[in-house]
């Protein structure tokens, strides 16, 4: 017979999302725990690197001001990678040098244990190394969780398990999952010094770049490539859809795609020089509001990446905040049910409208199509392949005369753009 | 039996990244763990009240990071925590730690304290043999077996040349190697009730220690420079069948010249 | 006049010490003093003369049969005191470690033990030693007027004056019973290995199944004309091989043309002691090992495959 123990509320998984919401149900004097199976928080996850703060501001008033965040951004860049060439356009705005910055870059390695801290501070228990192997029912309630042959009941339990989620199958809330519905993305973090960094990218000191990449980096496949600026790293990586990954040949490697990212002469000579100290790979929820699960059920919450409240434009992938801001949400659906004593479907059903009522469903919302349209392979071959070329060709002065800009802007064009981009242009409008 | 075991928070030394360029360890945002040998003393005192009842206290000094870092001894077993935390002792050498420790253990009653032999990072062996000396305890170092007697303890020694097996009456302090005992993974059921163990907090006030009396002001010892050695080192992976690895493997033996045939 | 002061337990460690005191009382304008404690000390005196001692505390006790620290603490105390000792150096053996931190605490003095370097900076004596579990080098200075160092046995060579003269100081002390009594001393078997002093040096660690496959690793060690060494988890917590052979923090440091690292990770505890090599080779099964990282020729594999045919083509015919 396993030992069985009891609190008010357990969390699968110290994520952001599980420890925004641990955070401020402890804060709020509740008995909270959190499982995760990774040698300690953070240890298992992974990001592109960038967190926008500005709609996170009211969920959590005081926690940044020491937060260990990277830079702030700055300077965006926009990378089309054709075979041979490439165009970059670059914005840098004065708008983004004002206080309070707009998104900083982090690493979850320094990010995730801060947060566990604070939480654990407010009185949160925190265990790494330990997984939960499974959910706990009675009369069709979960009513707590199994883990390392430990039974620990709970009145209500935050599933925060991330992508790919078990706890979220394990509860029957999931809808059947598609490989569609998932990118995945492999990252390196290269060591540079801050100095090297600051002159690399024209920044002054403390300022960060970010730079999204699209094109023949991912081989025709749906996905990008993302460059983030930390103190003294680089995070760099891209990230494909599944879909497309696995129409390659097999023995296809993620990593092989990563390695000739990093020899482009795009960015060979932005990470010259550095050593690549962390290497790591993870899943993409973004089949958007289409395939979300349920959020609740009788005695569980689902939140962030596990409730598939993430973003992938292909270009940007937008997660963190959506995590951070959807912990939060469910603390305070917890802490609203606990006055009622009931934990009920009818009672949680409380976080979805909060949801809704929040930037996290109407962010989505307002990207509903972008799952479908990014499905459309011509948006990472054809179309960056086209521009860079067609500008190539205009910068080019070779020995026969010139002919008009006009002429070989529509010849390119139509080569390009036939119909189909009507469609894909039509869409873009939708969104 | 109330034993005292002192424990010193240790940042993750596996996990250390040294920078290539100045050779200097990076340190910031390592998680904490409970020192190798500290965590055999409190196995070894967890097992002493099991079997003879008392009181097991684990004494840390520390950064904040103790209050979590801590609670895997009170999973492992001890009754209660007493930790020593203030800005003022950042920085404190082998002899302020022991200062500290020993003003902290006088306002306790003890029969027993048990020590590492020395901390996983530091591994000077000082801050046992001090605390000794302050509160004028016999010490019994290297110690890889404990027993009871009549009048105390019989402890084995592990010295260069010897075992050696040695007495003493209590109270007294003893540092032990890692042979002693096999620290005991806690279950998440004893994690959860650590949680609820009594934990104790005190300053320098509590102390009554003021700030030159603790910390880097009354170190005794300055670093000068703290980076890890230089290797160069050729790192080549010998790749193929087993038969053609071993030929790579004595050519490069010929090439260097570091075997003589 | 001030002096440097020298003790081990051991002869040889004290040679080593004062041969570098010799160096440090020139610049340093001290005297070189040693004691000389325990039973029947009296005729080794002549020999400390040789190694540059210019005086030699005896202290002639009955109670020193067992080497009790405290009373020893309490007679370098006195010794350090009354002769105006301003730098104790002290051999870093396990005894030592423990001798230096009480004498210290007595005198007030800062201390570092385990000492693998010591130089003249400025008019600062520094002393190196491993910090961080063995991933760094720490250099560090005591700032109090007295100061106490432990080195490591081996950091200085032994030699000899050519005629070494000297004073004798016999100590009269009043020395308490020890409050620890010995009641049993079980040699352990001494095996007579050294492998600081290899030059080809196999080591071997927890990769190995079992006992009886050492033998493997014996039949490479000949073919290479090598010494065996291990990592603790061997020798301490599977008593397969003896103590003398760890390699590593608490072990022996080494400094073999060649080391061969046999199902070892590579933890940073066991690689301290061999980062004198000319040359590392890693064997093992784990492409992720951190062994590999300090390799000069890595082979990722299984022991039990690489080990027998690299022994095999070692071996002459
Ligand atoms: C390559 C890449 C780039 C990205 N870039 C960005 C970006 O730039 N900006 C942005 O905002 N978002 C980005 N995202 C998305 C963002 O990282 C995620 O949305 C966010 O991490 C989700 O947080 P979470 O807490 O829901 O899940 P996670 O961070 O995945 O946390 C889940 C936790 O649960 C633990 N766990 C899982 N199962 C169990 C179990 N059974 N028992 C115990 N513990 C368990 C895991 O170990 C993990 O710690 C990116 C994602 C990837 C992969
Ligand atoms: C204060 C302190 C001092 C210490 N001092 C020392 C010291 O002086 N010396 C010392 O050695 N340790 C010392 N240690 C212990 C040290 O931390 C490590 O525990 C120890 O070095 C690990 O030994 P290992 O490499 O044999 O075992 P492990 O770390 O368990 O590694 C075994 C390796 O074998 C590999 N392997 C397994 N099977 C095979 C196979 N079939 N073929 C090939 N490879 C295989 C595995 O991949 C693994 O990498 C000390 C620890 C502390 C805390
Ligand atoms: N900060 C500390 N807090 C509690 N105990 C300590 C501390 N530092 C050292 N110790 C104890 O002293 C032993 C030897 O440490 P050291 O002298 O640093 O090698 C450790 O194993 C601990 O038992």
Known sequence: MAEAEKVEVVIVGAGLAGLACAYHLAAAGLEVLVIERGDFPGSKNVTGGRLYLHPLRSFFPHLWEEAPLERHVTKERLTAMGKGSSVTVELSSERFKEKPYHSHTILRAKFDPWLAERAAQKGAIIVPKSRVDDLLWQEGRVIGIVASEAEIHADVVVAADGAFSFMVEKAGLGKR?????????????????????EERFGLSHGEGAAQL?????????????FLYTNIDTISLGVVVGINALMEKEPGFELHRLLDSFKERPEVKPLIEGGH?????????PEGGLESMPQVYGHGILVVGDAAGLALNTGLIVRGMDFALASGALAAQTIMEAKKRNDFSPASLSRYEELLKESFVLKGLETFREVPRFLQN???????????????????????????????TLWREARRAFRFSAVRDLLRVWRI | MQIVVCLKQIPDLQQIRIKRDTREPVLEGLPFLLGDMDKNALEEA?????QRGGKVTALALGSPK????????????????????DPAFADSDTMTTAKILAKAIEKREYDL???????????????????????GLPQVTYVRQLEFT?????????????????????????SVTSEISEPRLPSLIQILKAAKKPLQEWTSEDLALSAHEVGKEASSLEVISNLAPEQERKNITLEGEVDEVVEQLTDAFTREGVIAR | MAEILVFSEKDEIAFELLSKGRELKEELCLGLAAALLGQEVEGRSSQYFSYGAEKVYLGESALWVDFYVETYAQALQRVAEEGGAQILLLGSTKRGKELASRVAQKLGAGCITDVIGLRLEGDGLVADRYALGGNTVASEVIKTERKVIAVMPKTFEAFPLEDGEGQTVHLDLELPEPRVRVVERRPKEGEAVNVEEAEVLVCIGRGLGAEEDLEMIWELAQALGAEVGCTKTLASDFGWLSEERIVGLSGKKCNPRLYVGIGISGQIQHTVGILGSKIIVAINNDPQAPIFKIADYGIVGDLYEVVPRLAERLTPP
């Open chain 1, 177 to 197: 999952r598609k490989p569609q519905d998932y990118a995945v993305g492999a990252k390196e973090v290269i060591e540079l010094t801050s100095g090297a960094i």
């Open chain 2, 66 to 85: 103790l209050r979590d870092t801590i609670k895997e001894a009170l999973a492992m077993g001890a009754d209660e925590a007493l930790l020593l935390i």
């Open chain 1, 213 to 225: 990449f699209f094109g023949s980096l991912t081989e025709g496949m749906f996905g990008g490539g």
């Open chain 2, 150 to 174: 009549e009048g105390g303890l019989r402890a084995t020694r592990d010295m260069e040349e010897a075992l050696e097996i040695v007495e003493v009456s209590l109270p007294a302090l003893v």
């Open chain 1, 377 to 407: 392979p011509r948006l990472f071959n054809l179309y960056p392949q086209a521009l860079s070329e067609s500008l190539e060709r205009l910068m080019w002065i070779g020995e026969e005369p010139k002919e008009k800009i006009s002429t």
């Open chain 2, 113 to 135: 304290i048990l020590c590492g032999e020395g901390s996983t990072d530091n591994y000077s062996g000082q801050v046992p043999s001090r605390l000794a000396e302050i509160l």
């Open chain 2, 46 to 50: 967890v097992r002493i009240v099991e």
């Open chain 1, 276 to 284: 690549p100290v962390e290497y790591s790979a993870h899943i993409v």
